[in-house]
């Protein structure tokens, strides 16, 4: 065997032993990767949606995590639907009917339940006496759970529905387990439920970042999953609810109830009331109302003033009373329409007025 023969039998022998130390290497520092991965490198945690129901439809966004750390108030799209210092994002339903029916509350993301309270009333705060809501003040959460994720996150699941709490303390539960129902117990003047993002004890807006440091004019850093950020696109203002009825009704509570908004009503029905309940109505912003009869005759309308400050929700409604001969059998037709600047919603109701038997 010559030389040159035995030299290069020996380079292609280290070359060989060089590459297999090197995919030796490159497969050790894999499994590092995949078994010891630290926190910095893990995929950061998301948030799915932790309601079951429809955004937008049957469940709306009520008010955001206040981003402004003066006495001022916005949420993360520079707009109202927030109020001083709140730092949680309330989803709300439309009526006490979807919260008895029985709206879900799932947990956001894998974690284990931390604390939690299930035996607060479902009551209207306002409507408690003055000893009762200082009372109630104290537990302001009400019905709640509050559950520990990696990475220093927690989340809390307030004013859910009494005795409706299905996970106990220490429980590790899954991203979207059955946590309880929305309702209205606690510190709260309507159903919904109220989500809270914190850090190792420093509040998140899961929209855009922490509560302080994300101005509302720039890109937001969110949360959510990409299916949650998706059903949550921010709706500024919108109809929760639009309606007939044969009397008028007291306030938005009355509306809430949800025994307000008739399919039918009879020929002798004293009144005919429609109405509509809105959210995140702005400065400016006009609402218009008309009633329509069978013949699509205008019979009531009403072009209300210009909203001069910002409100939460707001009820409104107009009306007609009864002929003397009665209501015409048929097909009634309400209308609200919202105008803001050269943008008009609109919702409609319908009743039908049964003929006299």
Known sequence: MSQRFVRVVRLFSQRGRSLMKLRFATLFTALLVVFHTPAAFA????FDLPVKCQMGVDCFVQNYVDIDPT??????????LTYDNH?????RVRSLREMDQGVAVVAGADGVVANLRNGVEDHYFQTYSKAKQAEVKKIGLGNVVILKHRDGYTTAYAHMKK???RVKKGEHVKRGQLLGHIGLSGFTAFPHLHFAV???KIV???????????PCDKTAKSLWSEAAAAALNYQPSGFLLSGFASERPAGREEIETGRFGKSTLQADAPMLIFFSYLFGLHPGDLLHYTITDPDGKI?????????ANAKAVYMNYIGKRRPKSGWRPGKYLGEARLTRGGEIQRHSATVEIAPRQ
């Open 43 to 46: 995929e950061p945690l998301r």
């Open 71 to 80: 006495k001022g108030k916005q949420d993360y799209q520079c707009g109202t």
């Open 87 to 91: 730092k949680g994002t309330d989803i």
């Open 163 to 165: 005795g409706s709490i």
């Open 198 to 200: 914190r850090h190792k």
């Open 204 to 214: 998140i807006d899961p929209f855009s970042g922490p509560m302080a440091s994300t």
């Open 299 to 307: 019979i009531a309308k009403a072009k209300g003033k210009k909203v």
